[in-house]
């Protein structure tokens, strides 16, 4: 079946610093979507990309999905305290198959 | 911000208790879901729905059951629980996209349920 990983599984980054987590699914992807949980959260939908090399920004949120639709990624510029979270990405192969979410990336700030 | 519910918010049940969890939506969607999710870990797919009457077993294996007897319904049942079900049950409903035919999941608060 169809395989989405995503690292890193944690990464610790001081207020400021940059942020990059990165997706890669075993098959073609019919569109990719990134989700933030909040620490005691639950999932909450950020964005989805559906065409080949698009880009997609929101403020310091930078969504990028590759040429062969198989990766994206999410960098965060000037990391804050607010986004700390665990960010998750989520494909399928068509509009009609349930998504499939990889194991996610956890963000730590430090002030 | 998404109208989806889910009862309880908590729950602490001794073993072998039958349990049900409850989700509801007004959005009218007609795909739901239930995802099972250690505190920090990986959600897992246990059931999904494509609208009344229809249910799905998803990719990690559950002793639980679901129904769908209503669109906006999609209760979880346990006959016997067990201290191996601990752990937060997440609900998700989602509306296939018409323009790009993808679905954005839009989740509830979650269950979090301990099994003594």
């Known amino acids: 079946g169809q395989q989405v990983m995503q690292i890193p599984q944690y990464q610790h980054v001081q207020e400021g610093e940059d942020f990059t987590t990165y997706c890669n699914s075993s098959?073609?992807?019919?569109?990719i979507q990134w989700y933030k949980q909040r620490p005691g959260g639950h999932p909450v939908f950020l964005i989805q990309l559906v065409k080949s090399g698009e880009v997609k920004k929101q403020k310091r949120l930078t969504f990028q999905f590759g040429e062969a639709k198989k990766n994206s990624s999410l960098h965060i510029t000037a990391t804050q305290t607010t986004d700390v979270g665990t960010y998750f990405c989520?494909?399928?192969?068509?509009?009609?198959?349930?998504?499939?979410f990889g194991k996610g990336t956890m963000l730590l700030v430090s002030p | 911000e998404a109208d989806i519910y889910q009862t309880p918010r908590y729950l602490v049940i001794g073993t072998g208790k039958k349990i049900t969890l409850e989700c509801s939506q007004t959005?009218?969607?007609?795909?739901m879901y239930w995802y099972q999710q250690d505190p920090g870990m990986e959600l897992h797919l246990i059931h999904y729905?494509?609208?009344?009457?229809?249910?799905e077993k998803g990719d990690l294996s559950s002793e639980s059951t679901v129904s769908r007897i209503r669109t906006e319904h999609f209760p979880l049942t346990l006959e016997s629980a067990r201290p191996s079900h601990t752990s937060q049950y997440l609900c998700?409903?989602?509306?296939?996209?018409?323009?790009?035919?993808?679905?954005?999941?839009?989740f509830g608060p979650g269950t979090r349920l301990t099994v003594l």
């Open positions: 729905s494509y609208g009344v009457n229809s249910t």
């Open positions: 989520a494909g399928s192969n068509s509009g009609y198959s349930t998504l499939t």
């Open positions: 959005m009218g969607h007609d795909k």
């Open positions: 998700a409903s989602s509306e296939l996209g018409v323009v790009s035919g993808t679905d954005t999941q839009y």
């Open positions: 098959t073609t992807l019919s569109n």
